[in-house]
């Protein structure tokens, strides 16, 4: 069911990873979310999967979890591969079947865009949303644009929305949730008929969910208003944002992972 679903959520098994200073973890994310997408040998995927499995394994994430981050993507990692492996023409031939043609070249690219967008998901989700609560992101993201104060830009309300988009994602999912068991008590049928007949009946979820959305939405902006919330003028922190030698000992650790992994993609080319 879609309560199943982890993306977004906060799970909190005490790793060391879990209390890393969260602006590292921002930090890492982006250069491994740049490395991700800059690598493009085989040598360096499997590099990569060993780190990203090292990470699971230091986030002490259950695999019930990982499963969970991962399952709603697949569809679209499916989607991905044959769009590749379909369209990319060149290299040598392996299969052919009247105006299909599958080549080599375009099989492995088609693979490798697949394990990208799954490992993007694992990174995003051990290095942010599993290990690090939407409050510490908004405070790390906050800590890390606040140079840009300078030049008047918003940081504080800009880093606010962020967490909040995270934080809401596990309630969309409830909801979602809620509102389609409650039109299948009332007869609607999400799973058989045409495809298009199945597009059309998702409307009745879709009008009451967006519906919800701009209701809670609401109620979220007269509670922070009736609070005298602030955005970012003179505010103090309960837990502010302190740096360890332990965060700095991970953060070299899985820096190192991806400076390795660069050199492996450019030796690989070369």
């Given at each position: 069911m879609?309560?199943?679903?982890?993306?977004?959520?906060?799970?909190?098994?005490?790793?060391?990873?879990?209390?890393?200073?969260?602006?590292?973890?921002?930090?890492?994310?982006?250069?491994?979310?740049?490395?991700?997408?800059?690598v493009r040998s085989v040598e360096s995927m499997v590099f990569l999967f060993w780190i990203i499995l090292i990470q699971l394994i230091v986030a002490k994430i259950p695999l019930k979890t990982i499963w969970s981050s991962l399952k709603p993507i697949l569809p679209l990692a499916v989607f991905i591969f044959l769009i590749n492996v379909f369209t990319i023409k060149t290299g040598n031939l392996i299969?052919?079947?009247?105006?299909?043609?599958?080549?080599?070249?375009?099989?492995?690219?088609?693979?490798?865009?697949?394990?990208?967008?799954?490992?993007?998901?694992?990174?995003?989700?051990?290095l942010l949303t599993l290990t690090t609560t939407p409050l510490k992101i908004s405070d790390a993201l906050e800590s890390l644009l606040s140079p840009l104060k300078v030049?008047?830009?918003?940081?504080?309300?800009?880093?606010?929305?962020m967490s909040i988009a995270l934080r809401f994602i596990p309630t969309l999912i409830?909801?979602?949730?809620?509102?389609?068991?409650?039109?299948?008590?009332?007869?609607?049928?999400?799973?058989?008929?045409?495809?298009?007949?199945?597009?059309?009946?998702?409307?009745?979820?879709?009008?009451p969910l967006f519906v919800s959305s701009f209701k809670r939405a609401e109620e979220l902006a007269v509670a922070m208003d009736a609070r005298c919330y602030r955005g970012g003028t003179n505010r103090t922190k309960l837990n502010p944002l302190k740096i360890t030698g332990r965060d700095v000992l991970i953060f070299v650790l899985f820096m190192s992972g991806a400076v390795l992994l660069v050199l492996i993609e450019l030796i690989t080319r070369h």
């Amino acid at each position: 069911m879609l309560n199943d679903i982890s993306l977004g959520r906060f799970v909190d098994t005490g790793s060391v990873l879990h209390k890393t200073d969260p602006r590292f973890k921002v930090i890492l994310y982006i250069v491994y979310l740049v490395a991700i997408f800059y690598v493009r040998s085989v040598e360096s995927m499997v590099f990569l999967f060993w780190i990203i499995l090292i990470q699971l394994i230091v986030a002490k994430i259950p695999l019930k979890t990982i499963w969970s981050s991962l399952k709603p993507i697949l569809p679209l990692a499916v989607f991905i591969f044959l769009i590749n492996v379909f369209t990319i023409k060149t290299g040598n031939l392996i299969f052919k079947w009247k105006i299909i043609e599958v080549t080599d070249t375009g099989l492995m690219r088609a693979l490798l865009m697949a394990v990208r967008i799954l490992f993007l998901i694992l990174s995003t989700s051990v290095l942010l949303t599993l290990t690090t609560t939407p409050l510490k992101i908004s405070d790390a993201l906050e800590s890390l644009l606040s140079p840009l104060k300078v030049f008047n830009v918003p940081v504080h309300e800009a880093s606010m929305m962020m967490s909040i988009a995270l934080r809401f994602i596990p309630t969309l999912i409830e909801e979602t949730d809620k509102i389609m068991k409650a039109q299948q008590s009332r007869g609607a049928d999400y799973d058989t008929g045409t495809f298009i007949n199945r597009i059309k009946g998702y409307i009745t979820v879709l009008v009451p969910l967006f519906v919800s959305s701009f209701k809670r939405a609401e109620e979220l902006a007269v509670a922070m208003d009736a609070r005298c919330y602030r955005g970012g003028t003179n505010r103090t922190k309960l837990n502010p944002l302190k740096i360890t030698g332990r965060d700095v000992l991970i953060f070299v650790l899985f820096m190192s992972g991806a400076v390795l992994l660069v050199l492996i993609e450019l030796i690989t080319r070369h």
